[in-house]
């Protein structure tokens, strides 16, 4: 079952960079979020509710739940989404590969935990790997100013996503149900979002057009509605560190059809970089010998 579901996340948000392209536009970023997380928490309830598994989540949990509203659900994607717009999707993902770090470094600072050393090892294998596999992009960007707001925009929204995992991981170690509290998150997202536009006097348009909605569709269902289920018991059942692992593949989803679609070929520091990628994950997920870090 954990397998599975690394296997769909990796797949399915390795995929979503591309869909955020479709939600820039017309559309100010904040109506697209409140649009992303209205409809999937509007839906996980819905689930919930066919399938008899609502779950009474106590208020003294209540805060712990709006912070993860505010972390993972919020904050996050306003600054992601507002990166997308300075800097190209593959670069935004190759920052949030960076989550694995954070990880390690949150869960160092926050809860005095010292990561396995191969843990470690790996992630830094991963994220030198996401470097050489997107060299050519890296180095061919030019350090302006736009691309430096876009890079520390898409710094900030992943640090933002690591302390959603450290805060979903406390959620579930306190035997909440980890759908339910989605289900608060994400319709809490919604709304924390939805008062910071009207704050800022943001209009709430709407596009009817086929790549909009069928983005839009993309994002809060298999993007956010399986995605968000699926990474999040793995955190529960991995760790945060061993987790965040996966945003190092990512990239790997969105070169790999690129690869076959948009006839892309390897380069030298791209191949390097791909085994670099393999053997952290290697690291990252192997078991432990008994004894050993």
């Known amino acids: 079952m954990t397998a599975l579901c690394y296997i769909l996340t990796v ?4 995929t979503t960079w591309i869909a955020i392209k479709g939600q820039l536009g017309s559309v100010p970023l904040e109506a697209s979020i409140v649009y992303r997380f209205a409809l999937a928490g509007a839906l996980m309830w819905l689930i919930l509710a066919v399938s008899g598994r609502v779950r009474v989540i106590p208020w003294r949990h ?3 739940v709006l912070l993860q509203a505010v972390c993972l659900f919020s904050c996050n994607f306003l600054l992601i989404y507002a990166a997308s717009h300075y800097v190209a ?3 935004v993902s190759v920052v949030f590969s960076a989550a694995t770090v954070f990880n390690i470094a949150n869960g160092f600072v926050f809860l005095r935990r010292r990561p396995a050393t191969r843990v470690s090892a790996g992630a830094c294998l991963g994220v030198l790997g996401i470097i050489g596999l997107f060299w050519d992009t890296v180095t ?7 691309t430096a707001l876009g890079l520390g925009l898409a710094l900030g929204g992943t640090w933002f996503f690591s302390l959603g995992n450290l805060v979903s991981a406390r959620n579930t170690a306190q035997g909440l149900s980890i759908l339910s509290v989605n289900a608060h998150a994400m319709l809490y ?3 924390l979002v939805a008062v910071f536009a009207f704050v800022r006097g943001v209009p709430f348009a709407f596009d009817t057009s086929p790549p909009y909605v069928a983005s839009l569709l993309y994002l809060a269902i298999p993007g956010t509605v399986v995605g ?10 991995l760790g945060a560190e061993r987790a ?10 969105a070169l790999s059809i690129s ?3 948009e006839g892309y070929r390897l380069t030298l520091p791209a191949a390097v970089g791909l085994g670099g990628i393999l053997l952290g994950n290697v690291l990252v997920l192997a078991r432990r010998p008994c004894g050993k870090a």
């Open 140 to 146: 061919g960007a030019r350090l302006d100013h736009a």
């Open 11 to 14: 797949l399915i948000w390795g």
């Open 228 to 237: 968000f289920s699926t990474y999040l018991t793995v955190v529960h059942r």
């Open 189 to 191: 997202g919604a709304l």
């Open 62 to 64: 209540q805060p712990f």
């Open 259 to 261: 690869f076959f679609v």
């Open 244 to 253: 965040a692992y996966m945003t190092v593949l990512f990239p790997v989803v």
């Open 89 to 91: 999707s593959g670069i």
